[in-house]
């Protein structure tokens, strides 16, 4: 039968494997959308120095008091910087930030609040921002 | 057999084009809070942060650092604090020095990097929260003439810039790298980056440097300009490659009987450089985009003080504006 439309043992194999990883392209495909979906989830994103110190999720109100120098909150989807023991307030002053690559940064403190999705453990690999120009 | 075989290495390759597709690249960040006396971010696309780059912007930091000597190295306190003495100058020094002084006389005096007398009153006076004396500062002012740094060239070349004797004739004057040294020292992160094959981008600050190579899936840098009052106020897009610098009256500043007193010097007047639009209202802020952060750290310093939107054009820069 194959031999009648002019395809070899081969080549039927050929189109079938061709078969296989189109269908696994597209179950790959929709797996990928929906881990997109799940990783596009914001965090606010807090580090100390540098170093990773919390991250909270935007869709859950929260506050985070951070080393008793700052306290920052997490309501209605946005994070802002309640609270700071710093001299000039700029980060209390900077307002809410909700969308991803906005950032807060209480420079006295050293602290940092960054609005990130992730898709990893936060600290060991991070989605972040291109950067910001800022004065 | 040949065929099935074929057929396997095509399965094999269309895997590993699917496992490429759906892994988003990773971004890697590291935040450094030791340089300039602001704050770094450095983006890294696809792996790690390379720790050289830090290094790099912290030992041109202690170059240019005007608060602190540091040991075996000459740097601007220490030819600040040398009384007219010769002491021999870093080669990196005088070539930003000499940068410097050029681009100042472009653009009508408003980068001046003999103006350390003056800047200096203005930080004690953002320290004590008291407006400098005006005998003192006019005073300050007539020490601030570039022309009065000596630079021994003899063994320059054309071509290359070589460590030598620098003087201020001049002992009550000082440098102040302010409108460059940032950016002088992003660039040369920057340019090692490039050798080190980074992808993503390296702010100071005000100051963004970004990759000419982009990750897989992106075509331009999306860069957030601060709204002066909180908030983004806008996102601009940079090709890849270009460097963006925000000068602004927002972030380092005091308030004296409801006035705002910025850390922009003009160095014509001695006070902060103060600028309206044509209704009246205030520049607050100034992002420069150009194809160099040592330019992009002078054109917005320069702009700042004065709008020249001829000199934006002769080094192919363009400007976003904030009045308010």
Redesign the interface.
């Known amino acids: 039968m194959l031999k009648r439309i002019g395809l070899t043992r081969g080549d039927a194999l050929a189109i079938l494997a061709l078969l296989i990883v189109a269908a696994i392209g597209y179950a790959m495909t929709i797996a990928t959308a929906r881990h997109a979906s799940d990783s596009g989830r914001l965090y606010a994103v807090v580090r100390v120095d540098g170093e990773f110190y919390a991250a909270l999720p935007l869709n859950e109100d929260s506050a985070l008091d951070v080393n008793g120098h700052n306290v920052l909150r997490v309501s209605g989807g946005a994070v802002f910087m309640e609270s700071a023991d710093c001299p000039d307030k700029l980060c209390v002053r900077r307002g809410r930030v909700s969308s991803d690559g906005q950032r807060i940064v209480c420079l006295p403190n050293r602290v940092s609040i960054s609005v990130e999705t992730q898709t990893r453990l936060p600290g060991v690999s991070e989605r972040a921002f291109d950067g910001a120009s800022a004065k | 057999?040949?065929?099935?075989a074929?057929?396997?290495a095509?399965?094999a390759l269309?895997?590993i084009a699917?496992a490429a597709?759906?892994a988003?690249t990773?971004?890697?960040?590291?935040?450094?809070?030791d340089v300039f006396d602001?704050?770094t971010?450095i983006?890294s696309y696809g792996s790690p942060v390379p720790p050289e780059l830090h290094d790099e912007l912290l030992r041109l930091h202690k170059l240019f650092d005007s608060f602190n000597a540091y040991p075996d190295l000459v740097n601007v306190k220490s030819i600040n604090a040398a009384g007219g003495r010769e002491l021999p100058a870093p080669a990196e020094l005088l070539e930003l020095l000499s940068l410097n002084v050029s681009f100042d006389q472009k653009s009508g005096g408003t980068t001046n990097v003999a103006l350390g007398s003056v800047t200096a009153l203005w930080k004690s006076a953002q320290e004590t929260r008291t407006l400098p004396d005006e005998s003192t500062l006019r005073n300050a002012l007539t020490h601030t003439d570039s022309g009065g740094i000596y630079i021994d060239r003899s063994r320059w070349t054309e071509r290359e810039i070589l460590e030598s004797p620098i003087a201020l004739t001049d002992p009550a004057a000082s440098l102040d790298f302010g409108a460059s040294a940032k950016g002088y020292a992003v660039n040369a992160a920057g340019k090692l980056a490039d050798s080190l094959g980074f992808v993503g981008?390296i702010?100071v600050?005000?100051?963004?440097w970004?990759s000419k190579r982009m990750p897989e899936g992106k075509s331009v840098?999306?860069?957030?300009?601060?709204d002066p009052d909180?908030?983004?106020y806008q996102t601009i897009e940079l090709l890849p490659g270009q460097s963006?610098?925000?000068?602004?009256d927002?972030?380092?500043y005091f308030e004296l009987d409801g006035v705002r007193y910025h850390h922009i010097i003009n160095p014509r007047t001695g006070y902060p450089s103060r600028q309206t639009d044509a209704s009246g209202k205030a520049l607050r802020?100034v992002?420069v985009v150009c194809e160099d952060t040592v330019s992009a750290d002078l054109l917005a310093t320069a702009m700042f003080v004065e709008r020249e939107d001829a000199l934006l054009a002769e080094y192919g820069a363009h400007a976003y504006w904030i009045y308010g």
Do not use: D, F, N
């Open positions: 057999m040949k065929r099935a074929a057929a396997l095509a399965i269309a895997a699917l597709c759906s988003p990773e971004h890697y960040t590291a935040e450094y809070y602001t704050y971010v983006v981008t702010t600050g005000g100051c963004v970004t840098w999306t860069i957030a300009i601060q909180g908030g983004i963006a610098e925000t000068s602004g927002y972030e380092r802020s992002t």
